[in-house]
């Protein structure tokens, strides 16, 4: 099961947050509201998250500062950054993001990308993470989603 770490300030995201694991089938190891607590939570995991997906704009330090000093901290962190300012995703992919993710987002197209990342994350021995299964009409619609 892939484990991911979600930093965003919006109450309303981190709940959208929430649903998506027991629907798709990765598990959500840790949230943070800022980028300083997602720094500090990110130092004191004694397991790594295998994905951080990480909002730009945020109080206390922004995404930006905060992907860099996990990225200092662990230069393999795999790292999406979800943003509505389209104008600093060359920047974040640059730093070293693997993806950007425009908000708001289609759920549809955020659990692609998600999908196709954990597909990497995975050696090919390995049972796939593939959440895209986990999809079923039913499921699609409790996320607000159309297959």
């Known amino acids: 099961m892939v484990r991911i770490f979600i930093v965003d300030d919006d109450c309303s995201t981190l709940k959208l947050y929430q649903k998506i694991p027991n629907i798709c089938g990765f598990e959500i190891m840790a949230m943070a509201r800022n980028g300083e607590d997602a720094v500090s939570k990110f130092r004191n995991f004694k397991i790594k998250p295998d994905l951080i997906i990480m909002d730009y704009h945020m109080p206390v330090k922004d995404g930006k500062e905060a992907a860099e000093e996990i990225l200092e901290l662990d230069k393999n962190a795999k790292l999406i950054i979800c943003s509505g300012d389209s104008n600093v995703k060359e920047e974040v992919i640059s730093m070293g993001a693997l993806d950007f993710i425009d908000k708001p987002f289609s759920l549809k197209i955020f659990l ?24 079923s009409k039913k499921n699609a619609l409790k996320l607000g989603i159309l297959l």
């Open 112 to 135: 692609n990308k998600i999908n196709n990342i954990c597909n990497n994350l995975i050696p090919s021995n390995e049972e796939s993470n593939n959440i895209l299964p986990f999809l």
